[in-house]
C-alpha cells in the first residue's frame, strides 16, 4: 500500500514562499511519476506540475512557470514543490499524486495514489 503525506503548507503573505514536501511509503518511490495538483475552494482540480521518475523532465501550468520548481529526491523517497512569488490566487488545497509507470504528464485521472492535501493560504 502506498501512502503519501503532504506537510509544509500554511499561510503567507503575497510574494512569500514556501516548500512542500510530499513523503511516499509503501513501495519503491523511483518506480513513480509523481505530481502536485491543487484545488481552490469552490473550483475543480488543477495540475501545478509533474516530474519523471528520475527527475530530469518537469511540466508545469502555464500560471505557475517561473515562480515554482518541482523536484524529488528518491533516496529521501520525496518529492518537492518550492513555491515562490506566491500570489493570492494560489490559495488552494495542494495535493500530490502518484502514479506507477512512466510519465502521465497533468492528466489527473492517471494517478492511483493521492495524498490527505495541505492547505496553503496566501494573504494580500
Known amino acids: 500500500q502506498v501512502q503519501l503525506v503532504e506537510s509544509g503548507g500554511g499561510l503567507v503573505q503575497a510574494g512569500g514562499s514556501l516548500r512542500l514536501s510530499c513523503a511516499v511509503s509503501?513501495?519503491?518511490?523511483?518506480?513513480?511519476?509523481m505530481a502536485w495538483f491543487r484545488q481552490a475552494q469552490g473550483k475543480e482540480g488543477e495540475f501545478v506540475a509533474a516530474?519523471?521518475?528520475?527527475?530530469?523532465?518537469?511540466d508545469y501550468t502555464t500560471s505557475i512557470k517561473g515562480r515554482f520548481t518541482i523536484s524529488r529526491d528518491n533516496a529521501k523517497n520525496t518529492v518537492y514543490l518550492q513555491m515562490n512569488s506566491l500570489e493570492p490566487e494560489d490559495t488552494a488545497v495542494y495535493y500530490c499524486?502518484?502514479?506507477?509507470?512512466?510519465?502521465?504528464?497533468?492528466?489527473?485521472?492517471?494517478?492511483?495514489?493521492w495524498g490527505q492535501g495541505t492547505q496553503v493560504t496566501v494573504s494580500s
Open positions: 499524486a502518484a502514479h506507477l509507470g512512466g510519465y502521465v504528464g497533468s492528466n489527473l485521472h492517471a494517478y492511483e495514489h
Open positions: 509503501g513501495r519503491t518511490f523511483s518506480n513513480y511519476a
Open positions: 516530474v519523471t521518475r528520475n527527475g530530469y523532465y518537469t
